[in-house]
């Protein structure tokens, strides 16, 4: 079995790490490059980089951002938000990224999904999809940074997902994102079981156990949080050493 990942995310705006609860209620907590040095340090396995507003304000990639955190840093770098086209994939890559993540606009145009893994590669490739129940066992599927659900099955999307080319699944639940009363078990079980491809869990990490839940109750991959890490409750460390007194192999 794969070693399970932990793996901090920086939502960034106007060039700050901000975080939320259910996507609203926004506020700043500090500088992005700073905070993943730091994680880069505590163990951290890889690290995800959000511009949460990028796509609903119409922007290009923060590359210089991504740049200099690239320059510091050296576990693999995700990022996502505003990234509409292939050139955005190459230049976000070529300032420094191991990976694109790609959301709202991989809905509108799933053709981004194939064409990025047709020139760079599945494993640079990774669709986020933001989540929301409707029905007993039924999500749909919304876009710009949860505002607009777009009446998608997410069980049908996560399938296409997957046939499209993308390497990874990060998987977040506008449920429970923020509320920090554990990760969507339900949901997480029901994309695992859909796809072969890694699916990490995101939204809703409330405590240390949370972490080891997800990869005790499902298949997940890696397990991704923001505020736990950013308000020092919880360090990297701290959580490895608790799926490893469970069993759970971690890097």
């Not at 993943?36 to 304000?57: K, L, M």
């Not at 640079?124 to 607009?148: H, L, M, P, Q, S």
């Not at 997902?161 to 339900?186: H, K, M, W, Y």
């Amino acid at each position: 079995m794969l070693a399970k990942r932990i793996i901090p995310c920086l939502d960034v705006r106007d060039g700050k790490v901000v975080k939320g609860v259910n996507f609203k209620g926004i506020k700043e907590v500090g500088d992005p490059v700073e905070y993943a040095y730091e994680y880069d340090r505590q163990g951290a396995d890889e690290i995800v980089f959000y511009d949460i507003t990028a796509s609903h304000e119409g922007r290009g990639v923060i590359l210089d951002v991504v740049s200099k955190t690239a320059k510091k840093v050296f576990v693999p770098l995700t990022v996502g938000g505003g990234i509409s086209t292939v050139d955005d994939i190459r230049n976000t890559l070529r300032a420094g990224a191991d990976k694109v993540s790609v959301n709202s606009q991989a809905v509108k145009d799933p053709q981004l999904i194939k064409d990025g893994a047709d020139i760079f590669g599945s494993q640079c490739i990774c669709v986020g999809i933001d989540a929301k129940k409707t029905a007993e066992d039924k999500w749909t599927v919304f876009i710009n940074g949860g505002r607009i659900d777009m009446g998608i099955d997410l069980i049908e999307w996560v399938k296409r997902v997957e046939q499209l080319g993308a390497g990874e699944i990060c998987l977040n639940s506008i449920d429970t994102d923020g509320v920090r009363g554990g990760f969507d078990i339900p949901m997480l079980k029901a994309v695992c079981s859909a796809v072969k491809i890694p699916v990490i869990a995101s939204g809703g990490a409330g405590k240390l156990g949370d972490f080891a839940d997800a990869f005790l109750k499902t298949d997940c991959s890696a397990a991704l949080a923001a505020s736990l890490f950013h308000f020092n409750e919880l360090t990297i460390d701290e959580v490895k050493k608790d799926c490893r007194s469970k069993g759970i192999r971690v890097r």
